[in-house]
């Protein structure tokens, strides 16, 4: 008789509590997914609503922040609803969540520090997906952030995770513009006022380059004679392009320059080395004897 009663008791359970707890499970699924349709589905909406490349960042980086979160809760509710499904009374467990909390403060507080720094990143707008940053020694794309990760791909496809508690310093080479910076060398012998002309020159005819002039913002920026180096005179300029396309721009202006430099016979230098044997106090240098040696 008792073991028909527990198994009337179980099957009494498994027909109330447990189909609820069943249909539970099943409706914290379906909202995760539409959590994460929807975030999608925003980030989509305003792609096409918007060109600013900027904006589309931020609403991405942002739709990924508020899925994280929403997914977070419906997680939440739907775990207490199940424990007072179980018959575990969920009071005490709330009204020691702050004692808990507390404890838990003290011995995670590196999550703690990368929560509240990925806030105020966030809250900042210091990084949005697709912003190429250096952060923690590392740079790359950023491919998604959280409140608690960033996560960047380096040129050479390799993925770093970075806590956001570790990030002291963001350096955002792709924030609203972006710009190069040149060292171009020639020799001494050159008129620096003609190289001037030349790479005022080639810079406007890649202006003009359909396939370059809606990433050219403005026309370069000649800052003058910077450095009399070892072997050469180094002229610094800078342009300034859409986010991300300072590189591919630079690419393109370095080979058109080059060939410029080649046409105008401008030389480009490499290193000289120029001995001075010295004198002594008759004004005189010691003999430099040289011996040139036929290799068979």
């Known amino acids: 008789m ?3 009663s527990n198994v009337l008791s179980i099957t009494s359970w498994l027909m109330t509590s447990g189909f609820k707890i069943v249909l539970i499970i099943l409706f914290m699924f379906v909202a995760l997914k539409l959590v994460k349709m929807t975030s999608r589905k925003m980030f989509i909406a305003v792609r096409k609503r918007y060109s600013n490349v900027e904006y589309q960042k931020r609403v991405e980086t942002f739709s990924s922040i508020v899925s994280y979160i929403l997914s977070f809760l419906v997680f939440l509710i739907a775990a207490m609803i199940i424990l007072r499904e179980i018959g575990i009374d969920i009071a005490p467990l709330l009204a020691s969540a702050g004692v808990v909390g507390l404890a838990v403060g003290f011995g995670a507080q590196s999550l703690v520090k990368d929560v509240i720094s990925g806030f105020f990143i966030l809250l900042e707008d210091q990084i949005r997906v697709g912003d190429v940053v250096s952060v923690a020694g590392k740079s790359g794309v950023v491919e998604k952030i959280n409140l608690k990760l960033t996560t960047l791909r380096d040129l050479a496809g390799n993925v770093h995770y970075i806590p956001n508690g570790q990030i002291d310093i963001v350096t955002n080479m792709t924030k609203d513009y972006s710009r190069y910076v040149f060292d171009i060398g020639v020799a001494y012998r050159e008129d620096v006022d003609e190289v001037i002309g030349v790479i005022k020159q080639v810079d406007e005819k890649l202006r003009q ?4 002039k809606d990433d050219i913002l403005e026309a370069i920026e000649v800052l003058g004679l910077d450095q009399f180096g070892d072997s050469a005179i180094i002229i610094k300029a800078r342009t300034t392009t859409k986010p991300v396309k300072q590189w591919r721009v630079a690419r393109e202006f370095n080979r058109r320059l ?15 080395t120029t001995l001075y044997m010295g004198k002594d106090k008759q004004d005189q240098s010691p003999p430099l004897n040289v011996v040139v040696e036929k290799q068979s």
């Open 258 to 272: 080059k060939k410029a430099f080649d046409e105008k016979n401008i030389e480009i230098p490499f290193p000289h």
């Open 2 to 4: 008792q073991g028909e």
């Open 209 to 212: 380059d359909p396939d370059y």
